[in-house]
């Protein structure tokens, strides 16, 4: 039996643990370069230089102009700006995205209803992907944006952007696209062109950086109007006095994500394979929701029947495994996963579900481990239930 590890930390999709460059960098802005980078003396000047080389950093990653990337306090709030300033600008009075978005996105639909836009959701296939083809005859004149993730928050699906960004061109070139790339960025390779996505929405603590810091790509020919008022910075676009240590550091993470991208998906993509087999091995009844292809690299989604997903993910938690029973952002409410019941998991199976989310770190040790221990406690807590 092996012994037990310390922590074996897979719930990565939440959040990730800060690189210690960045962690150190934050704190040495903090306490060194604590300028208003609004201020014209030298320590301003020193902070807003600090602004611009994070600009700089994320830009390169997405192969942009640095002028067309703005700080927000994180991904929901980059999706609200989006959305709300990108229709804002334009004439149309309908909005389409999808049944699975982050409840970032969805939550905002459910606003911009009461404002008096329509909004339609496209159902997804079996294995999350968009339905293409409902899309393509939901699509109007007056359709001012179309939002979609690039990879889904639980299951891990990648969405294709690259043909939803055709259909949009093809069918109302005045549509603007908006890409939650929250999950994608830092995991698998794109640009801004490749997805050809008018806003793109990232975030610093998803990619080893501090939380409460994110980002909103803005093509430079796409008209976004701000959705909050003050000073004036960052163009007006999103004014208040900006978060320096936090800038600095998810430029720096941002940078170190993205280096030797393709090398560490390609390992992540292994490990999760193995968990899967293991778990495939040593499990009986379990159903993967994760779809084998078309899905990034870093997470595995599976249910696990006669098993409540809660009462696991605590025993796991005991073994020293740190798990997610859907997402973070939505652990709190009641009711099953509304993604996994877009894709037809039926209530029993959803119930048990069970996400695991790697990084960088994860180690083929770690992966053999809770591949043991899940082993264990699926046992116990089924013999447990039985009684």
Do not use: W
Request: proline content about 4%; hydrophobic content about 40%.
């Amino acid at each position: 039996m092996k012994s037990a590890l310390k922590t074996v930390y897979l719930d990565n999709s939440a959040t990730t643990r800060v690189y210690k460059e960045s962690a150190e960098l934050a704190a040495d802005v903090m306490y060194n370069s604590y300028g208003n980078p609004s201020s014209l003396h030298r320590k301003g000047i020193e902070a807003e230089k600090l602004i611009k080389r994070a600009k700089e950093q994320i830009a390169e990653t997405l192969k942009v102009s640095p002028n067309d990337i703005y700080f927000t306090s994180g991904g929901t709030e980059a999706d609200n700006l989006a959305i709300i300033g990108g229709c804002g600008m334009s004439r149309g009075k309908h909005i389409i995205s999808t049944k699975i978005e982050h409840p970032a996105v969805l939550n905002t639909l459910q606003n911009m209803e009461k404002r008096g836009y329509m909004v339609e959701l496209v159902p997804v296939l079996k294995n999350g992907a968009v339905d293409l083809e409902k899309l393509s005859h939901m699509i109007r004149k007056d359709t001012a944006l179309v939002s979609c993730m690039y990879v889904n928050n639980e299951i891990g699906t990648i969405e294709p952007v690259e043909k939803i960004a055709k259909l949009i061109r093809k069918l109302n070139p005045n549509t603007l696209f908006h890409v939650d790339a929250v999950q994608a960025y830092g995991k698998i390779p794109f640009t801004a062109a490749s997805i050809d996505a008018d806003f793109i929405s990232i975030s610093s603590h998803k990619i080893h950086g501090p939380k409460g810091v994110g980002a909103l790509y803005v093509r430079n020919k796409a008209k976004l109007a701000p959705i909050q008022f003050g000073g004036g910075q960052q163009n007006g676009i999103r004014p208040g006095t900006e978060n320096v240590p936090g800038i600095a550091a998810f430029g720096l993470s941002a940078q170190m994500s993205c280096d030797n991208l393709v090398e560490k998906a390609e390992r992540m993509n292994y490990l999760k394979n193995r968990l899967r087999e293991g778990i495939l091995s040593q499990i009986d009844d379990v159903v993967i929701n994760t779809p084998n292809e078309g899905a990034a690299p870093h997470i595995l989604n599976v249910s696990f029947a006669y098993v409540k997903s809660e009462v696991l993910l605590h025993s796991l938690e005991i073994d020293g495994i740190y798990v997610s029973s859907g997402s973070a952002c939505s652990s709190h409410k009641k009711g099953p996963s509304y993604v996994l019941t877009a894709i037809g998991v039926n209530r029993q199976m959803i119930d048990g579900s069970i996400r695991f989310s790697l990084s960088e770190f994860t180690t083929a040790e770690e992966i053999d481990y809770t591949i043991e221990k899940l082993a264990e406690n699926v046992i116990k807590i089924r013999k447990l239930m039985k009684k």
